[in-house]
């Protein structure tokens, strides 16, 4: 089993600045891919950003584009995600997924949340207008 924690969450103004980073523990020697869900009130959630286990491909829902950006160290078992030009409908309990322990294709980019199984416990992201 993978353990996942979340910081760098916080309250911040339209058009600022936040990095969110995620740190695996547990079992990660094997192969795992991880990516990056948001949750906002009322809503269900949604797919912000994800990464491939090897060769660093990457992938965003479209309303991120161009303002956030994930990155990964296997190495250090850590994630990041950049989030410049933040806007209000970004506001949400950000969640750190992983997969592992189950097939995990090398240069794939996973995008859906049934498709992980190791989650994060959020970090809460909120952007003021």
């Known amino acids: 089993q993978v353990q996942l924690v979340e910081s760098g969450g916080g309250l911040v103004q339209a058009g600022g600045t936040l990095r969110l980073s995620c740190e695996a523990s547990g079992r990660t020697s094997g192969r795992y891919s991880m990516g990056w869900f948001r949750q906002a009130p009322g809503k269900e959630r949604e797919f912000v950003a994800a990464i491939s286990w090897r060769a660093g491909n990457t992938y965003y829902q479209d309303s991120v584009k161009g303002r956030f950006a994930i990155s990964g160290d296997i190495t250090k078992n850590t994630m990041s995600l950049q989030m410049n030009s933040l806007k209000p409908e970004d506001t949400a309990v950000y969640y750190c997924?992983?997969?592992?322990?189950?097939?995990?294709?090398?240069?794939?980019?996973?995008?859906?949340?049934?498709?992980?199984?190791?989650w994060g416990q959020g970090t809460q992201v909120t952007v003021s207008s």
């Open positions: 997924a992983a997969r592992a322990g189950v097939y995990v294709g090398a240069t794939y980019v996973y995008r859906e949340a049934t498709d992980y199984n190791c």
